[in-house]
């Protein structure tokens, strides 16, 4: 199994653009999360879903968008992208059932915004 | 809601000696309790967790933590540290109490070891 996999590792932005990241896990988890991570701040949660087709806002959602189409598959949209969203992604993923809580994190993505 | 206080951003230790790394907690339902770590450059990987069995937990690498109630604690603790222990440690503490399951993070404690 790759586990958690995150697709772009780095990307440079200039302000306005927009890109998406796509976070792939192949061990059928129902749950999957996007964190932020800035230093100083912990991870911070964008958004998550605890099931195809179904989104919820987390605790910092303002200025990105997901979708989850695909089980598997767990997309993090920025529309038009400003500085302080430069930062490192991280994509995780969870089983809904079972004495295990814990969260499977993915390698992440360092994205910088000019 | 949730929320976790680490104590100390820095932490340093000579190596061989003991490692406390502090976490303290506040939840409304009995709480599930996560150390991860991040070795630089990568992702988080889970050191323990607490999910109401036994209080004292023990993980990966030699640590172990204490769940204690009285004092909404969850420190990290490990014997003799190792320059191979350096990397960043966060506590997280979960809300399943709704039906689904999120984590919050502490806002991490970087672990120094010097030779």
């Known amino acids: 199994n790759a586990g958690v996999t995150q697709t772009p590792k780095f990307r440079v932005l200039k302000t306005g653009q927009s890109m998406t990241l796509l976070c792939a896990q192949d061990?059928?988890?129902?749950?999957m999360y996007w964190y932020r991570q800035d230093p100083g701040m912990g991870l911070r949660l964008i958004h998550y879903?605890?099931?195809?087709?179904?989104?919820a806002k987390g605790e910092v959602p303002d200025g990105y968008n997901v979708s989850r189409l695909k089980k598997q598959n767990f997309l993090l949209g920025l529309e038009s992208a400003a500085p302080s969203q430069t930062s490192v992604y991280f994509c995780?993923?969870?089983?809904?059932?079972?004495?295990?809580?814990?969260?499977?994190f993915g390698p992440g993505t360092r994205l910088t915004v000019t | 809601a949730q929320s976790v206080t680490q104590l100390g951003s820095h932490v340093s230790v000579s190596e061989g000696a003991l490692v406390l790394l502090r976490c303290n907690y506040s939840?409304?339902?009995?709480?599930?309790l996560f150390w991860y770590v991040q070795y630089p450059n990568q992702g988080l990987q889970l050191l323990l967790k607490?999910?109401?069995?036994?209080?004292l937990v023990k993980g990966i690498n030699g640590f172990e933590a204490e769940f204690k109630k009285s004092e909404t604690s969850f420190h990290l603790t490990k014997p003799s540290a190792h320059m191979s222990d350096a990397a960043e440690y966060f506590c997280?503490?979960?809300?399943?109490?709704?039906?689904?399951?999120?984590?919050?993070f502490g806002k991490g404690t970087m672990l120094l070891v010097s030779p």
């Open positions: 995780a993923s969870k089983l809904t059932s079972g004495s295990s809580y814990e969260q499977y």
């Open positions: 061990m059928n988890h129902e749950y």
């Open positions: 879903s605890v099931g195809e087709g179904t989104t």
């Open positions: 939840s409304s339902v009995p709480p599930y």
């Open positions: 607490y999910t109401s069995a036994a209080t």
């Open positions: 997280a503490v979960s809300d399943h109490g709704a039906g689904y399951s999120t984590l919050t």
